[in-house]
């Protein structure tokens, strides 16, 4: 069956510093990957998408992804971590045609001045 | 117009009460979707409809029944819930319910069961 694992529940970041937030999973056929961000109360913005191809994966606000097949692994990475990126991010798998996404249990990042 | 629109974006309920939330997009997707959220929780899907069918139900309790009544609405109607259903409620839309697809969420309704 698929899942998605993010290891990480809480990482705290200071400002200016760089941020990897970690993502495993596990689908038998191609993953179709994804990355999502949610501020408090608020729906779920897609940062990033993998299908194929290129496996490093740029993003919206500066973040970018790497698949790693090897390592059943898409890993969010950000340079330089802004205060506003403070949220709840989501990775997520394209589950087979038909049905929807299959979530992760979320990161929540906090930023630090 | 890329936005999915949810009403109300909060609502209050007893338990013997019957409410509707509302759901509503422009982008021409075939296929919508109810997730429900718990505080600090990932979403779990609840429904799938497309095409106007419904395709997924993830046994939900049955007095909650979603309604899909064109492509651009869909609806979830509540009937007696119980306080564990007290949890944000977010609608979704893709272009056709193929697993390599964007979901547009909404910004969903945040319920609270008295």
């Known amino acids: 069956a698929q899942s998605v694992t993010q290891p990480d529940i809480h990482i705290t970041v200071s400002e200016g510093a760089s941020l990897e937030l970690r993502c495993n999973y596990s689908y038998g056929a191609t993953p179709y990957l994804f990355w999502y961000v949610q501020s408090p109360g608020q729906g779920l913005q897609l940062l990033l998408k993998?299908?194929?191809?290129?496996?490093l994966v740029q993003g919206i606000k500066g973040f970018e992804a790497e698949f790693k097949r090897s390592q059943s692994s898409f890993n969010l990475r950000k340079p330089s971590v802004h205060w506003s990126d403070a949220a709840e991010y989501f990775c997520?798998?394209?589950?087979?045609?038909?049905?929807?996404?299959?979530f992760g249990k979320g990161t929540t990042l906090s930023v630090s001045s | 117009d890329t936005e999915v629109t949810q009403t109300p974006k909060h609502l209050v309920m007893g338990m013997t009460n019957k409410k509707s939330l509302k759901c509503e997009q422009h982008m021409g997707h075939r296929a919508m979707y109810w997730y429900k959220q718990k505080a600090k929780k990932p979403p779990e899907l609840m429904f799938v409809?497309?095409?106007?069918?419904?395709?997924i139900n993830e046994s939900v309790p049955s007095r909650f029944s979603p309604e899909c009544p064109n492509s651009s609405l869909l609806n979830l109607h509540l009937h007696a819930l119980q306080p564990e259903d007290s949890a944000l409620y977010l609608c979704a839309s893709s272009t056709q319910g193929q697993r390599n697809e964007k979901l547009f969420f909404g910004s969903g309704t945040q319920l609270s069961v008295l």
């Open positions: 409809y497309s095409y106007e069918k419904l395709s």
């Open positions: 997520a798998v394209g589950a087979q045609a038909g049905t929807a996404l299959i």
């Open positions: 993998y299908f194929s191809g290129d496996t």
